[in-house]
């Protein structure tokens, strides 16, 4: 889709270089999410425009996760969030959310790049979520029952870059329409219901176990990401 006049780059490729400038440590809400890792600073490293991620299997349980449905923590990881949120509307129509991966895809590994209401939920869109497997799933939350998912087969996601993006446009004063692409490559549209003027965050993060299966590693998991960009038309 072409960039419309008035385009503005609001993340630059270049935020793993100055990283307190633009992201947080941690999922918004803290350390904690749904499954067995419990996030931690020291599992969060950037080196040369790079960020990776690592989790590391516990010779002891670190307690039950904070989060629903409360599982227990068996991995330190890594996870992020960028300090600006995301707000489709009239003044800001459209919006370009991309990075480059090397995302794991071992049972028990749970690598995600996502979009995730500031003030509710949904709604939530996810732009990488592997789960154990080599299929990527693109996920449009409108409720909890109602999700458009496209999985798409990404060969050699662990080990090889791909780039992950999509197009968000407004398109009427209530809906958004979601364009997803792997390696520039268009793979699905989802009519994200509902989704004008609702704020999201965006966020990096290494779950494990959980919806990607278990056992995970018995060692360390590693997730990396370079070039995350995120621009917006501005239309007044």
């Known amino acids: 889709a072409p960039q419309a006049t008035g385009w503005e780059e609001y993340i630059p490729e270049s935020s793993f ?21 419990r996030m931690k600073a020291e599992k969060i ?5 790079v960020l990776t991620l690592s989790a590391t299997k516990l010779s002891s349980q670190d307690g039950y996760s904070t989060a629903n449905p409360k599982p227990a923590i068996w991995y330190h990881s890594g996870a992020i969030h960028a300090k600006k949120s995301i707000t489709i509307s009239s003044q800001y129509p459209n919006w370009e959310v991309r990075g480059e991966f090397r995302a794991p895809t071992s049972k028990g590994t749970w690598p995600a790049f996502w ?8 709604p939530e ?3 990488l979520e592997f789960k154990g497997t080599s299929q990527n799933w693109f996920n449009t939350f409108r409720t909890a029952s109602d999700v458009s998912s496209t999985l798409v087969s990404v060969g050699n996601a662990a080990t090889t ?11 009427n004063d209530s809906d958004v329409t979601v364009h997803f692409y792997v390696d520039g490559v268009w793979k699905a549209q989802h009519n994200a219901k509902g989704f004008v003027g609702k704020p999201m965050w965006i966020i990096i993060n290494l779950q494990m176990e959980g919806s990607s299966g278990s056992p995970g590693p018995s060692g360390t998991t590693t997730y990396q990401a370079r070039n995350v960009y995120v621009g917006r038309s501005k239309a007044y």
């Open 17 to 37: 270089n100055n990283f307190g400038s633009y992201w947080n440590n941690f999922y918004p809400w803290g350390p904690d999410h749904n499954g067995a890792a």
């Open 45 to 49: 490293s950037t080196s040369g425009g």
């Open 115 to 122: 979009l995730s209401g500031t003030q509710t939920w949904p």
């Open 125 to 127: 869109i996810d732009i």
């Open 161 to 171: 870059w791909h780039q992950y993006r999509i197009w968000a446009t407004k398109a």
